[in-house]
C-alpha cells in the first residue's frame, strides 16, 4: 500500500515556474515506477512524465517535453516534477501516480491532486 500526497500548485502567470512534489509513505517507494499526471475539467485525464525506479530514465509527453522536469529521491520518498515555461494550457490538476509494473502498464496508487493555474 502506498499514500501519495501533493503540494507546490498555485497560481503562476505564463512563462513562470512551478515545482510540484509528491511525498509517498511506506517502504518500497523504490519498487515503483513514478508518473504525474493532469486532468482538466470536462477532459480525458493526461499523462505528463514518467520515471523508472531508478530515476535513470524518464518520459514525457509532447506537450510538456523540453519544459517540464521530473525526478525522484528515494532516499526521501519523494518524486518532483519541475515546470518551465507554464502556459495556460497547463492549467489542470496534477496527480502523482505509482505503477508496479516495468512498462507503467497500470497505475494502482494515487494522489489526490493539486491544481495549478496559469494566468495568461
Known amino acids: 500500500q502506498v499514500q501519495l500526497v501533493e503540494s507546490g500548485g498555485g497560481l503562476v502567470q505564463a512563462g513562470g515556474s512551478l515545482r510540484l512534489s509528491c511525498a509517498a509513505s511506506?517502504?518500497?517507494?523504490?519498487?515503483?515506477?513514478m508518473g504525474w499526471f493532469r486532468r482538466v475539467p470536462g477532459k480525458e485525464r493526461e499523462f505528463v512524465a514518467r520515471?523508472?525506479?531508478?530515476?535513470?530514465?524518464?518520459y514525457y509527453s509532447d506537450p510538456v517535453k523540453g519544459r517540464f522536469t521530473i525526478s525522484r529521491d528515494n532516499a526521501k520518498n519523494t518524486v518532483s516534477l519541475q515546470m518551465n515555461s507554464l502556459k495556460p494550457e497547463d492549467t489542470a490538476v496534477y496527480y502523482c501516480?505509482?505503477?508496479?509494473?516495468?512498462?507503467?502498464?497500470?497505475?494502482?496508487?494515487w494522489g489526490q491532486g493539486t491544481q495549478v493555474t496559469v494566468s495568461s
Open positions: 511506506g517502504r518500497t517507494f523504490s519498487s515503483y515506477v
Open positions: 501516480a505509482a505503477s508496479p509494473t516495468d512498462w507503467a502498464t497500470r497505475y494502482d496508487y
Open positions: 520515471i523508472s525506479r531508478s530515476g535513470g530514465i524518464t
